[in-house]
């Protein structure tokens, strides 16, 4: 079991930035693939990026690509988000997810978080 709890959400200006934490607790957070995913208003859940178990490897998709940088400290067990050039349509509840292996689909990820709000205004 893995127990995960966002934070750092918040209200920001497009163009500002945010960093999101995910602390992690229970079995060993060094051992599973960490995921971002989101859900804005009206929307289905949509993968935002993974990281490896070691922190090698990332993957982001398009809409974040080159804006949001994902992170992860096994040492502190926290995975972290860090968004920058922020636009209106990130505007969504952030989760923090846990996957056995590599994956894009939110269905592939045992563990989550409550989520943490983020709000992107003009």
């Known amino acids: 079991q893995v127990q995960l709890a966002e934070s750092g959400g918040g209200l920001v200006q497009a163009g500002g930035s945010l960093r999101l934490s995910c602390a992690a607790s229970?079995?060993?957070?060094?051992?599973?693939?960490m995921g971002w995913f989101r859900q804005g208003p009206g929307k289905e859940r949509e993968f935002v990026a993974f990281?490896?178990?070691?922190?090698?490897?990332?993957y982001y998709s398009d809409s974040v690509k080159g804006r949001f940088t994902i992170s992860r400290d096994n040492a502190k067990n926290t995975l972290y988000l860090q968004m920058n050039s922020l636009k209106l349509e990130d505007t969504a509840v952030y989760y923090c997810a846990a996957s056995a292996s590599y994956s894009t689909r939110f269905g592939e990820y045992k563990y989550w978080g409550q989520g943490t709000q983020v709000t992107v205004s003009s």
């Open positions: 229970g079995s060993t957070f060094s051992s599973y693939t």
């Open positions: 990281i490896s178990w070691i922190g090698g490897s990332t």
